[in-house]
């Protein structure tokens, strides 16, 4: 379906404008690869296809410092492909000018993507922006992902720059390029680029390793991100909860531990067993969340559906596990109890044939010490509902998800200020400083009315330690400093 946009889009193009009239922006990066062999298929439907090919100029702007293995890769695509490289050592902005004056240039393919920085402000077909020369700017893969890309890549056998094999996910030039550290393992080696998995909320993940040299740029990204929490989604199923019969410790529990290690919980979810609802849940949640803790449904009785629902929510099928069948047949060995049979069969056996049938790709993570796995499919944690079971893999599971952050460099930091003023006295101060770092630091407020010796906490929470502590030394300026009880 993306494919088929984006012809869509270079065909509009091509319908609007000769090949002599449109330029490729070429810098040998993965998504100008995947723009420039979109582009030749689309001059290839064009009568006298070679020609026009030929016509059609890649405009490269040379970075600094640049890496000889993009050198390499560029020279490749000029020899194998015929292209027409012009490179520019000018800003982006003179360097158009320059086409525009000397190129007749009236439209530019570009590699863009909406995760790209001020990617959401352009359109498939943008002019160019006030001040700068006239033209149009033409945007193919506006809306593919990360994963989109390197589908395309290797389902096709394009030939791409050699250092994506290295542990770059994002290339630039040698003073603002690093390898990503989510890629980065154990041993000190680096996975692939393609490797890299990416929730659509994660999708900037890719640039973690390309660093800001420009004030102005920096402030302007910085800006145009915005603070989104590292947010965690819980899902907690069994209709026996529904109905009062059974009280739900678990998520006051998940919520403030999690809390505790500095992970946000942005939805609480509470769901009858009904597997539909299960998989629109987890659908929903995976692609907005870095993770989604499951609770409850995963037994071997008629009623826990959680596996299965999981596996339609991911789209993926449902699998027999040995690892967990040969696990189970070791805590079954270990049990002295006999288990009842049931028509002649072993009803354990019986029983757990449905817990060994998993999400396709599911990971046994086995804690130290620990006789059952946490199970995890993609960045879905699957728990049981039994509180003390639910208990025990609810600390490994919020260890690992906070390691998975903290390896694509998200952090959260908070503060508290126990504050002896009613929370109305309050309200006008916090709503002006929430207006001046919306997007930044998220701000709340909670009275007490007990005989506390404060009446308010104020909590500030944000991914940017100098943005949460700002925020605290302008309310600690406001507040009378004979009001504030405690700052934690």
Known sequence: ????????????????????????????????????????????????????????????????????????????????????????????????????????????????????????????FSPSTKGWPSFMRVHPILHWHYADIWKFILEFGIPYCVLYDCGYTSLGGKHNTEKNHMLRQRDGSYLPAHSLQLLESEQHMERHARKETSGTSAMVTKTASHFKPCSVALITIGNEVLSGKI?????????????????????????????????????????????????????????????????????????????????LASLKCENEEMQPKEGGKDRSTWDTCKMCCLPKGTELLLERGKKYPLLRCRNVYMLPGVPQFMRQQLSYAGEMIKLSMECAGRKFHAKQIRCALDEPRLTDLLGEVAEKFAGLVEIGSYPYFDDSPFKTIIVLEGEEEEEVDKTLRMLLDRIPPEAVTAVE
């Open 247 to 327: 009280q739900d410790s678990n998520t006051s529990c998940a919520c403030k531990y999690l809390h505790s290690l500095g992970i946000s919980v942005a939805r609480v979810l509470v769901i009858p067993d009904e597997i539909h609802l299960i998989a629109e849940a987890v659908r929903e949640y995976s692609s907005h969340h870095v993770a989604v803790i499951t609770m409850g449904g995963i037994g071997p009785t008629h009623d826990d559906l959680t596996l299965e629902a999981v596996g339609q929510g991911l789209g993926v099928e449902m699998v027999e596990n040995e690892e967990m069948q040969k696990l």
């Open 1 to 124: 379906v993306k494919c088929k946009e984006a012809m869509d889009t270079i065909h509009g193009a091509l319908r609007v404008y000769a090949p002599s009239e449109l330029a490729i922006s070429f810098n040998g990066g993965k998504d100008a690869t995947v723009l420039l062999h979109l582009v030749m298929a689309g001059i290839a439907s064009v009568k006298d296809a070679g020609k026009s090919m030929g016509q059609l100029p890649c405009v490269y702007f040379e970075e600094e410092e640049c890496f000889e293995e993009v050198e390499e890769f560029i020279r490749y695509c000029e020899s194998r492909f015929g292209l027409r490289i012009v490179r520019l050592k000018a800003g982006y902005k003179e360097g158009c000018a320059h086409m525009v004056t000397n190129f007749g240039t009236k439209a530019f393919f570009l590699g863009t993507r909406k995760s790209d920085p001020h990617g959401h402000l352009v359109e498939k």
